[in-house]
């Protein structure tokens, strides 16, 4: 079993900056891919950002240019860097962790952009 905690979500005002974190205890080893989706209300639940073990990391197009994932194997941590925030990137923030074909979700994050 794997669990996900995520942290930094908050208010921000556009073109502002936020750096959300996800850390996985139990068992970490075998997470392959690892992964933020995002959810505002009213609309489908998309993929933001992922990465594999291996560091190649790809990114929604709405993302590309403002935001980074990354990912620490030694903290079992993966990062997501969010620059030049838009009151658009309003929404419910989660990470993923993909073990064994299995996926994992964390109980997200909320992330606001004021205009």
């Known amino acids: 079993q794997v669990q996900l905690v995520e942290s930094g979500g908050g208010l921000v005002q556009a073109g502002g900056s936020l750096r959300l974190s996800c850390t996985a205890t139990?068992?970490?080893?075998?997470?392959?891919?690892m992964g933020w989706y995002r959810q505002a209300p009213g609309k489908q639940r998309e993929l933001v950002a992922a990465?594999?073990?291996?560091?190649?990391?790809n990114y929604a197009d709405s993302v590309k240019g403002r935001f980074t994932i990354s990912r620490d194997i030694a903290k079992n941590t993966m990062y997501l860097q969010m620059n030049s925030l838009m009151p658009e990137d309003t929404a419910g923030y989660s990470c993923?962790?993909?073990?064994?074909?299995?996926?994992?979700w964390g109980k997200g994050t909320q992330v606001t952009g004021s205009s």
């Open positions: 993923t962790a993909t073990r064994l074909g299995n996926d994992c």
């Open positions: 139990g068992s970490t080893f075998l997470i392959n891919v």
């Open positions: 990465i594999t073990r291996d560091g190649v990391a």
